[in-house]
């Protein structure tokens, strides 16, 4: 039982715990996403969007780092070196056993964010997304921590769903508006596996951009794909036949 006193009941304890549980999947599943890192990739828009970037061999961090195959997509597509953060203790562990069984040059740390706990600029580009920024109740005090850690002219590159998701229902026939949602709501209760339980942001699209602008970083490309980056095995949703947005990039630089 939890009252309204119970620390469980805050949104950011939920949300953490519920991470720290879902986190395990990272664990029991660690043959198979070890074979899936040996040629995992980025996706084709990242590599689009990234290659002049990681033509500069940068040395990248990650926040909100999870499994870690985007870590190891990130050096084979160029990266010298990335330093993920996760407050999940079984995330990080999980990564950095993988990332040491492939002898890749990837480091994780256990840290909770923001602040990002590192130095003043010393990442060449910022890395982050895949369902990242909707844990994140301050896109403002992020926003400005990744701006104070990349270097002058550092890249920060956001691979994010797109903020009209939580919106599409996963219907097969048709996608329809969830009627218990709005594009203009704080929050809702992540109602999908991995963070079943987890209390998930939300942000406007217009947040988004605004809160990179303030934070003095100069928006570079901004993209609205129709491709999810990521299906529940065996869902098959009409959101997903082309029509509508599902996911964004974003590129922006440090002036
Ligand atoms: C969906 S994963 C995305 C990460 C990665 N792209 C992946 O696919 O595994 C979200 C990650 O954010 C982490 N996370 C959520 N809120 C966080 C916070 N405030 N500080 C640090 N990590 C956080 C969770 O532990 C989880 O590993």
Redesign the pocket.
Known sequence: MTGPDDPADDPATR??DA?ERA?HKHVREHDDLLAEARRVRLLPVEEELLAPVLAHRPHVLH????????DVALVRAGARSVLG????RT?VTAAQRRADALAVPCRYVV???PPLPVDDACADLVYT????LI??PDLEAWAAEVARVLRPGGHLFVHEQHPMVPLWSWDEDEARIRPDRSYFARSHVNDTFP?LGAVERQHTLAEIVVAVGRAGLQLLDLVEHPEPFWKPTGTRAEAWGGRLPNTVSLLARRG
């Open positions: 949300t953490r991470w986190s926040p909100q780092s999870g499994h870690g195959l985007d953060l996760d407050y999940s995330a840290a909770e964010l997304g895949k369902g990242a844990w994140l963070a």
